[in-house]
């Protein structure tokens, strides 16, 4: 069973070059599809700019797309969802971001923060049921009952990330967004954040979208891969489909730069074309080192390898299969 289905995401943003110039349409996301199981984590890996958060928004009902739906179990979220949807969206979806401290209000304490979903939706509980509540909130993602009583200055990153997740726990939600939850920390805390949530996941039987450029944290925390290029996935499937089985080559090169002998070169040469203007054919025949005429001219239709593996490429890589 899905926790989340994507079906042909498009997010066009009309944008101005100049004052006078005529908007042209920004292509976001371009007809993106995927699905979440329950229980499982969905990872979206890609270069800064390739349509991540934007997917994530659009998830969480905090921006809306130009086509396409988003269905979560019986709910779906076309052009106009229901109240009722809206309002099961605002609780059972919630989202863990990159930068702790600009989430955080440096004025509140760490108690206020974490409880202030729970204020906003439902008033006339109980002061006693409260602190419960955060009592064991704070044990969950493993900070003393006594942080309640300081401020987020006073806190490191990952105790603040720590916080975040905490917040997004107080409504009990059954899917997490988390964009980059792990990026502006040091590499040493990033282990320890990562596995919290695989643990709070089992506890709670979370689903979970995870967003990242390091393909090494996606590898490491899901079940199910997408690689995402200009707003388009070039590749997706099991983790083994990604990590063992890459068809692309984009995800051989975002392998690459993952190794650690390779300390942290950049994954692939040259630049991300602009949205504004994607290139002809292939979208990353630039940049291809397998790339052929009919790639220039071409666009290469989506294929199953397999019933879970998906690559968008003329010709993909399956001889190491
Ligand atoms: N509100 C907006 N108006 C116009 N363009 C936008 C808007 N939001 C995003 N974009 C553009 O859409 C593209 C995708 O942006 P997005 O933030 O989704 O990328 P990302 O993969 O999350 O990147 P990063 O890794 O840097 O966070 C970019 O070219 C960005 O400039
Ligand atoms: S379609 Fe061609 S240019 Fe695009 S990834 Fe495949 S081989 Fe490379
Ligand atoms: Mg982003």
Redesign the pocket.
Known sequence: MSALEVSGIVRA?P?RSGLFARPKL?R?VENASFVLPRGGTFGLV?????????IAKIILGADEPTRGSVRFGERVFGRSPRDADRRWRQRAVQAVLQDPFGSLDPQMSIGDIVLEPLRIQKSGFVRDALHRRLDELLAQVGLPAEFKRRRPGELSGGQRQRVAIARALVLEPEILVLD?PVSALDVSIQAQVLNLLKDLQDALGLSYLLIS?DLAVVAFMSSHIGVLYL?RFMEQGTRDDIVVRAAHPYTHALIAASEPEAHGVQAIGGEIAS?LAPPAGCVFHARCPAARELCRSVAPPEQHLSATHRVTCHFPLTSKA
């Open positions: 943003f944008v920004l976001a890609g270069e800064s700019g390739s349509g991540k958060s934007t980059e450029h707003g949205p």
